[in-house]
């Protein structure tokens, strides 16, 4: 049982590249959620899903976009990378908004 | 929402002291309250929950009050230890709000 896993976990790309950021999780949890972490700051919520199939918009949605194809998987995409969204990206997911959210180790992505 | 992206304040405190970090949320729609722990580059992990119909919940070392009235909830960690030195995150969030988001958190240091 892996809990939740991101990969890649480091990730360097130039001004305008696109990338996608890939969230496995093996619990049959239908919520997953994709934040973003700054230096010294807090988490904040770029997209969630609330089961297969669905996407929202989050707190700070633009620059990403996300899907949701299979249940277990949980995809982040830049598809013109800015410095801006350099950051650390945890991906988390739970069975409701009512119940523990597990998280992933984190992707440090630098956009150069 | 609840997360703010600030700046985390610090409290510091002596090995073996109890320590005490507090969360203030906006929603009185909020009946579901989850603190976490982040340790340096690690995901953030879920330490103790407690519901609104409840106003103290005891776990291991740790207790969480909630104050509803002032919407108002604290973190209280008995005879803390060099490991629980990380940052702490409140998650408030009730049934209708199908996103989970963070209150701003707070860097924990054990001095020892």
């Known amino acids: 049982n892996a809990g939740v896993t991101q990969t890649p976990k480091f990730r360097v790309l130039k001004t305008g590249q696109s990338m996608t950021l890939l969230c496995a999780q093996d619990m049959n949890h239908e919520y997953m959620y994709w934040y973003r972490q700054d230096p010294g700051m807090g988490l904040r919520l770029i997209h969630y899903?609330?089961?297969?199939?669905?996407?929202a918009k989050g707190e700070v949605p633009d620059g990403y976009n996300v899907s949701r194809l299979k249940k277990q998987n949980f995809l982040l995409g830049l598809e013109s990378a800015a410095p801006s969204q350099t950051s650390v990206y945890f991906c988390?997911?739970?069975?409701?908004?009512?119940?523990?959210?597990?998280f992933g180790q984190g992707t440090r992505l630098t956009v150069v | 929402g609840e997360s703010v992206g600030l700046h985390l304040p610090t409290l510091s405190v002596q090995e073996g002291d109890n320590s005490i970090i507090n969360c203030a949320y906006s929603n009185s729609a909020s009946d579901y309250f989850i603190w976490y722990k982040q340790e340096s580059g690690k995901g953030p992990q879920f330490i103790i929950d407690?519901?609104?119909?409840?106003d103290k919940r005891q776990g291991q070392r740790v207790t969480v009050l909630l104050n509803k009235t002032v919407k108002h909830l604290s973190l209280q960690i008995a005879a803390t230890q060099p490991g629980d030195s990380a940052v702490y995150f409140c998650?408030?969030?009730?049934?209708?709000?199908?996103?989970?988001?963070f209150g701003s958190g707070t860097r924990l240091q054990v001095q020892p």
């Open positions: 988390a997911s739970s069975y409701s908004s009512s119940n523990e959210a597990f």
């Open positions: 998650a408030p969030t009730d049934t209708g709000r199908r996103a989970l988001t």
């Open positions: 899903s609330v089961g297969e199939g669905t996407t």
């Open positions: 407690i519901r609104s119909n409840m």
